[in-house]
């Protein structure tokens, strides 16, 4: 369901979305249902590109200036990186596509206030992450199509086989569209990110390349939120703990040549889109695509990356911290 195009084409073609079916054009660009030729250098997940070209998740943070902070950041941060996704299906994130027509479904959200209401265009079998019984943050992710919205949900469970839901918070992203959250809400994510855009994906990583940031977690943050996000989980102070939407970057000092595989792809992403912090958890561990596609991933491939130190990476400035308003 993923691809990526790799040519250069005007910004004009953002208005439009279209099914899974992406044809290639003779420039080896991809093309909609509609006909409408689809950005470059642009994540496409279902016919629909993720977010347009000037979106942070798509952004080459290679020449971005360190933050003055960034060493404290780091030292703050022990560890090493970790893949939080692999062949089994229990681990990583999975997401549904599904088409415009649908079914949408009720949802009643704990978080009421900073959650999109329904009802979200859930089908009766959509994959849950961990699993139809897990108990960790059962995230569930819906693309739909033709509309190009992202439907996401966390602690998200069924009732009465699926016909409603109940889930603790809820989002609806416009996928043609740079919009954020209001200052302030969380979405299925901590940091009020979408999450979809910044899993590793399977097609992608076959393809060789990764185009656009991924996102990280650890243990400890602090009470504020650099734009993309909208929302911190924190109530500390603490100026060297990182606020949610930090982006970190591998150095490009940092010698990847021996990294090879699947790994390698990951690594070079991590050096030219970095990460957001966008939830609180382990440390260092950052998401793939999990569930029924989890199949595609080389776990000795991917446990190169446990070998990364936290001392591999920086801290670029991309904004001011925000507090409560």
């Known amino acids: 369901m993923y691809r990526t195009v790799a040519v250069a084409l005007m910004l004009a073609v953002l208005s439009s979305c279209g099914s899974a079916n992406v044809p290639s054009v003779s420039n080896g660009s991809a093309v909609n249902a509609a006909g409408a030729i689809l950005p470059a250098n642009v994540p496409v997940v279902g016919g629909c590109s993720i977010f347009p070209a000037s979106n942070w998740w798509n952004t080459d943070i290679t020449n971005y200036p360190l933050d003055p902070l960034s060493s404290q950041y780091i030292a703050a941060l022990p560890g090493n990186l970790h893949p ?19 079914k949408k479904v009720p949802v009643r959200f704990h978080y009421g206030s900073q959650s999109n209401p329904g009802p979200y265009p859930i089908p009766p079998n959509a994959q849950i992450e961990g699993g139809r019984h897990a108990t960790g943050d059962r995230h569930v992710l819906v693309l739909q199509q033709g509309a190009c919205k992202l439907y996401e949900m966390w602690a998200a469970y069924p009732i009465h086989g699926g016909r409603s839901w109940r889930a603790g918070s809820g989002a609806i992203f416009h996928l043609d569209s740079n919009k954020l959250r209001p200052n302030g809400w969380t979405s299925a994510d901590a940091a009020g990110l979408p999450i979809l855009p910044a899993l590793v994906k399977c097609a992608e990583v076959k393809a060789g390349h990764i185009d656009h940031a991924l996102r990280v977690t650890f243990e400890q943050t602090q009470a504020g939120y650099i734009h993309p996000a909208t929302h ?38 991590m050096k030219t889109y970095g990460m957001f912090v966008a939830d609180n958890g382990s440390n260092w561990y950052f998401q793939g695509e999990g569930g029924k596609a989890s199949t595609c991933w080389n776990d000795d491939d991917l446990d190169q990356l446990k070998n990364v130190p936290s001392t591999a990476f920086e801290v670029v400035k991309t904004g001011r911290i925000l507090r409560k308003t």
């Open 232 to 269: 911190f989980a924190s109530d500390s102070r603490a100026k060297y703990l990182p606020p949610m939407g930090l982006r970190i970057r591998m150095k490009a000092s940092y010698d990847i040549s021996g990294i090879t595989g699947q790994a390698h792809v990951i690594a070079v992403a």
């Open 84 to 102: 939080d996704f692999g062949r089994d299906p229990h681990y990583g994130i999975p997401f549904n596509i599904v088409p415009a027509s649908q």
